[in-house]
């Protein structure tokens, strides 16, 4: 199983997105699992850059969604509409449709037009009129969202949050990489030139042999325990769910085949374990995601690896 593609397209975005390698690691791997990415952090750290950086270099369809306290489904997904010259309605795609969706600021609109955007990630079609229509492949959101502390947010329902395969951070970069970032070439210049490494369809044909790597009996083992520990926890009032499992499946076959590997290994599942289950726990004390993300490690270091 050769992996030189992702290993290019991981410097392609690298040389956009300084200082961030494994933070674009956990973009690529969402992306090879078929999952959805929530990233939560201030403005100004990169967060759309690294979504149009993903979209340039996989020469994919890219769309921003920028996310108002005012903004209706429809603005989504799209409407219908009346056509006098042929009388009928024609159906007028939403932003939704192209295959990298950055959802901006997903938290600063309301409910009903976060339930639709989400309803759309999870089955991958709309319904409009009665009518289905199916979304482009590969699709993938990048959610990002504010800090629940910025005014003006509604926090997303943990139902909700469940549809993320992933939540990262990105964080401010490091003194040297600011600092080349200052006296470099603006990203957008720079991906404006931006040459893809790599074609939507080879992103489909990765996915399909993420689905063919194998996982032996004991890993799942040690996957459940992990799981069944987070819904025992004295600290944990709701513990991982079954999709939940799921995804940390997917994410640790994604991050195997990454490494150019045709079957999981352990670290596949605790290393990216705190990354999938954080954002789903809900701890018996009123604390953050990343709370829940220590809590997650502390849970790994007391479960035994199957060797």
Do not use: W
């Amino acid at each position: 199983m050769t992996n030189n593609s992702l290993k290019l397209l991981q410097e392609r975005i690298d040389s956009v997105i300084r200082g961030k390698q494994g933070a674009v690691k956990m973009a690529i791997v969402t992306l090879l699992g078929r999952g959805h990415l929530l990233i939560e952090d201030v403005p100004g750290v990169g967060k759309t850059t690294l979504a149009f950086t993903l979209a340039k270099a996989t020469n994919c369809s890219f769309q921003r969604i920028q996310f108002t306290s005012d903004m209706m489904p429809t603005d989504i997904i799209g409407v219908s509409i009346y056509n006098p010259d042929t009388k009928n309605f024609e159906f007028k795609e939403g932003p939704i449709f192209a295959n990298i969706v950055l959802a901006d600021e997903i938290n600063r609109t309301g409910p009903k037009t976060q339930s639709a955007l989400l309803e759309a990630m999870n089955e991958r079609r709309v319904s409009i009129d009665r009518k289905t229509h199916t979304l482009p492949e590969p699709f993938m959101v990048i959610a990002t969202q504010n800090p629940i502390e910025y005014h003006g947010t509604f926090p997303l329902p943990e139902s909700q949050i469940d549809r993320f395969m992933m939540h990262i951070k990105l964080g401010y970069p490091g003194y040297e990489d600011e600092k080349s970032a200052l006296l470099g070439q603006s990203s957008l210049d720079f991906l404006e030139n931006m040459q893809p490494v790599i074609t939507g369809d080879e992103i489909l044909k990765m996915q399909r042999e993420v689905d063919g790597v194998r996982v032996d009996d004991s890993l799942l083992d040690y996957l459940m325990a992990i799981i069944t520990e987070t819904r025992k926890n004295e600290k944990i009032r709701l513990g991982a769910s079954t999709r939940g499992a799921q995804f940390l499946l997917k994410a640790a076959k994604a991050n195997a085949f990454y490494e150019g590997r045709d079957y999981v290994v352990p670290g596949d599942i605790k290393d990216l374990a705190p990354t999938v289950l954080g954002h789903r726990l809900i701890l018996k004390a009123r604390t953050s995601i990343y709370d829940a993300e220590v809590i997650m490690k502390e849970i790994l270091e007391r479960i035994s690896v199957p060797v």
